[in-house]
């Protein structure tokens, strides 16, 4: 039997007591201020983010490196990153994400490949300048076709006061010129990724519009050059959204970093219009070109065919009438084939229920998505967001809907178990946990090696993954510990 509105307000805020009844008082009073009932008439979804997880308490989050390295920085295709530290950082964030790319790898793109400057103890004690200058030197010599380098530092830099600076300008100087960037996204810094998403816009601001837009190589511009921000082409996503947007009539000079490269770095602060997918990742920089160079930017959301028609007017709205007439003509064509997409897989997800705890945007921009195919979003949070992130969350959740912030591992297992989804979908690091529980589950910060997901073909690979997850009959012979005494 369906609840009411009532009750399923009263169910979450007893369902969010019973997990804070385990952790001792002090511990339990901080994690409150994470955990809420959204009410639908308010500004906020009321939950503390962006604040130390507690320690002990197992967190789901990354580091300040993994926001720089992993996430802004490492998918720029046609540059090397260099893990200044311990291998272990770098060999853990290999190709992680799938950010795919044109080009030939080691010879003129790299994004697959790791280079890190290997750490031992006496690199601790006597310093590691000398070692990552002689790198840059090898790095020179091995990969000449490379367009720049990033120094990508690891927590041992920022203890032992390296003067990664230094030995970047000393080296740019050495090769003509060549953009060498300093990082300093030390593992240590912040609360988690976000703050290596902001220090990484920051990098980008100093060392690539400040010192390297003087080299951007001249192109005739347009009324209609627009820059795609924070997409990172998992899966191919990118690739997905620039096709609708070029079929409006707009330019596309720069997307990134997803299977972007210097130059459209470099070429950036030409766009009439910034296109912005990641609201967390590069908000700093948008802003940042907005008061620097009078560009405006726009958030979009590619996410299913509602959104999509919406975001591509909205889009649309910057410009003259061209371009609102393409929006119209891209919508129009795609929408027969979204109709039958909801039409074979509705009827197979219509009213399944699903809890989300991802990263970046996807615990909102992915709701109107399952809402296309009839399915409901119960509950939603982020691993990072901060109280901006939450605010834009009210625009997509209902009244009733559990939120969580910064979840702790045994939180996420007492709500799945008490509200028992029909779909989880969550990070690498959750999904294996859910599937013994035997709870179908969807690994959304890489599409779980599928994909891509944004824009009209995306929507027509998300749906038939929902249901391959959901309806697969594997579920059948396995019970969820709910059900293991029926």
């Known amino acids: 039997m369906d609840m009411t509105p009532d009750e399923v307000k009263a169910r979450n805020s007893e369902v969010i007591a019973e997990a804070l009844s385990v952790y001792p008082e002090k511990t339990a009073k901080k994690r409150a201020k994470h955990l809420n009932v959204y009410e639908g008439d308010k500004p906020d979804c009321g939950v503390k983010s962006n604040i130390k997880s507690v320690p002990g308490v197992m967190t789901i989050r990354g580091c300040a490196y993994a926001g720089s390295k992993g996430v802004v920085w490492g998918p720029i295709k046609d540059m090397v990153h260099i893990s200044h530290g311990p291998v272990g950082c770098g060999q853990y964030s290999w190709a992680a994400r799938r950010n795919y790319y044109i080009g030939v790898t080691g010879v003129d793109t790299f994004v697959t490949m790791q280079f890190t400057s290997d750490f031992q103890e006496k690199d601790i004690v006597f310093g590691g300048d000398k070692k990552l200058d002689k790198i840059l030197d090898e790095i020179q010599t091995l990969f000449p076709l490379n367009h720049g380098i990033t120094i990508q530092s690891e927590c041992p830099i920022g203890l032992i006061g390296d003067d990664i600076e230094a030995v970047a300008k000393k080296k740019s100087k050495e090769y003509d010129g060549k953009t060498i960037v300093p990082v300093r996204c030390e593992g240590f810094r912040g609360v988690s990724q976000s703050l290596g998403h902001h220090i990484a816009n920051d990098a980008v601001r100093d060392w690539v519009f400040e010192k390297g837009g003087d080299k951007a190589a001249p192109f ?44 459209e770095l470099e070429n950036t602060p030409k766009a009439k219009l910034n296109i912005l997918h990641c609201y967390r990742s590069m908000n700093y920089i948008s802003r940042y070109m907005e008061e620097k160079f009078g560009i405006p930017w726009v958030e979009y959301n590619f996410f299913g065919p509602s959104k999509v028609a919406e975001s591509l007017r ?173």
């Open 220 to 263: 005739e511009s347009t009324p209609y050059d627009v820059a795609i921000i924070g997409d990172y082409n998992i899966g191919g996503d990118a690739w997905s959204s620039r096709i609708l947007l070029e079929e409006m009539g707009l330019r596309v000079i720069a997307q990134w970093s997803g299977d972007g490269s210097l130059a």
């Open 314 to 486: 909205t889009i649309a709205s910057h410009f003259d009438d061209r371009i609102k007439e393409g929006a119209e003509r891209v919508i129009a064509k795609y929408q027969p084939l979204m109709d039958a997409v909801i039409a074979k897989y509705r009827p197979r997800l219509e009213g399944k229920k699903v809890m989300l705890y991802v990263g970046g945007l996807r615990p909102r921009h992915v709701i109107g998505a399952y809402e296309d195919l009839g399915m409901e979003v119960i509950g939603t949070g982020y691993e990072f967001g901060h109280n901006d992130d939450y605010q834009r969350t009210t625009h997509y959740v209902k009244d009733g809907t559990l939120i969580y912030d910064d979840v702790t591992g045994y939180e996420f297992e007492k709500f799945v178990d008490r509200l028992q989804p029909d779909l989880v979908g969550s990070g690498i690091k959750e999904k294996y946990v859910f599937q013994k529980m035997g709870v179908p589950f969807r690994q959304m910060h890489s599409w779980d090696y599928s994909g891509p997901y944004h824009g009209y073909d995306g929507f027509a690979i998300f749906a038939r993954d929902m249901d391959m997850a959901i309806n697969n009959p594997v579920w059948g012979l396995t019970k969820a510990p709910w059900n293991a005494g029926q």
